[in-house]
């Protein structure tokens, strides 16, 4: 009888697997894996709030460094205590807008000015600006440098100032910031409400929404800044009615960057993001509009309106109104009933729709 050879292999032990990674791909992958991590950090600090605080509250613009993941993660999300009981809105609303957390665009807060002359060397007629005038100080801040610091803490005729500007929703808003008595400092928080600038008091780390100019989160919640009249024009007719003005001069460093508008073709675009929570089909997204709030009722004034018409009366919360805006155009609102100016906010269509969803447009 023929014997059955055993055919059985003897497997040897598995051999792991060499992958070669391109040293350069290593070091992407790396980036990419902080990147997701940072904004994930981000999201869930922004909703549920960060309870750790510095002593003092506070962190000094482009400060950055980090050696430790707590240190980090308090790089990311800036320190703020985000709680529902120390909020005037529901926390869920605020969004992370920058990867770079606190301080991810850093404010000017010592503002250097130079004269018309000078500006003209880089700035052309149809940029726009921003002015303002505080008893006979005269100032412009170019729109080209406020897309990449969106605040500029400044003193104007002796008056503390905050000159503020949100590239995603076209607002230009200034505020007195004295605040309890005390002249503050803001620096950009990183976060975003409807896509609009949230701005931190650097004394508290109080929470600050651009749109309104007030403090969303923080020990006094509800607590508004004063407004100051502030004119969104060209370069050209500003220099042109206010030929003694300065100009906010270009921060030391690459100035080339100020050549360059940093959100491609966002200004025209139907593009929304970070959390808008209501849209109005009655203007275009980015349309131009000057609105006011008075007796809670809000109320919105198209610029191509504003434009043709050149003046417009209407009441709102049962106050008879009338808006002007001249050839130079600079905006104002009166109270025909006291004689009170009220000062327009000025940005894109969707945003003052997001933030005020009962708005009347155009008087209708």
Not at 109 to 114: A, H, I, K
Not at 184 to 206: E, I, P, W
Not at 345 to 355: H, K, L
Request: contains cysteine; charged residues 20%; aromatic residues 8%.
């Amino acid at each position: 009888m023929q014997q059955k050879k055993d055919h059985t292999i003897e497997k040897s032990p598995p051999q792991p697997v060499k992958v070669i990674i391109p040293a350069w791909m290593s070091v992407s992958v790396i980036l990419l894996a902080l990147l997701i991590s940072a904004t994930l950090a981000a999201n869930v600090a922004g909703l549920l709030g960060n309870r750790k605080t510095t002593e003092d509250g506070s962190m000094s613009a482009g400060a950055g460094s980090f050696t430790t993941l707590d240190n980090f993660q308090d790089f990311i999300t800036g320190n703020f205590q985000i709680t529902q009981d120390r909020a005037s809105i529901d926390i869920t609303k605020i969004r992370q807008g920058c990867i770079g957390g606190k301080d991810c665009l850093v404010s000017i807060d010592e503002p250097q000015f130079e004269s018309v002359q000078e500006a003209n060397a880089w700035l052309s007629d149809n940029d726009l600006v921003f002015g303002i005038s505080i008893n006979g100080d005269v100032r412009s801040y170019p729109q080209r440098i406020l897309n990449r610091h969106e605040i500029v803490n400044d003193v104007v005729g002796g008056t503390p100032v905050l000159v503020t500007f949100c590239p995603l929703c076209g607002t230009a808003i200034a505020f007195e910031r004295t605040v309890n008595g005390n002249i503050v400092t803001f620096g950009v928080s990183g976060k975003l409400v409807n896509s609009n600038l949230v701005m931190y008091n650097r004394a508290d780390n109080s929470l600050w929404q651009q749109q309104g100019g007030e403090q969303i989160v923080g020990d006094h919640p509800g607590t508004k800044l004063p407004k100051v009249p502030l004119t969104t024009t060209t370069w050209g007719q500003w220099k042109f009615s206010h030929p003694d003005t300065k100009s906010l001069t270009r921060p030391s460093g690459d100035s080339s960057l100020y050549d360059i508008y940093p959100y491609g073709n966002y200004e025209s675009s139907r593009e929304l993001g970070f959390g808008v929570v209501h849209t109005d089909a009655r203007l275009h997204e980015k349309a131009i509009i000057y609105g006011v709030v008075i007796n809670d009722q809000a109320a919105a004034y198209s610029q191509d309106g504003l434009i043709r018409d050149g003046i417009f009366s209407d009441t709102v919360g049962g106050a008879p109104i009338t808006i002007t805006r001249k050839p130079t155009g600079e905006v104002s609102v009166m109270r025909e009933d006291t004689g009170e100016e009220i000062i327009p906010e000025r940005g894109f269509w969707f945003s003052w729709a997001a933030f005020y969803p009962e708005t009347k447009l155009d008087g209708e």
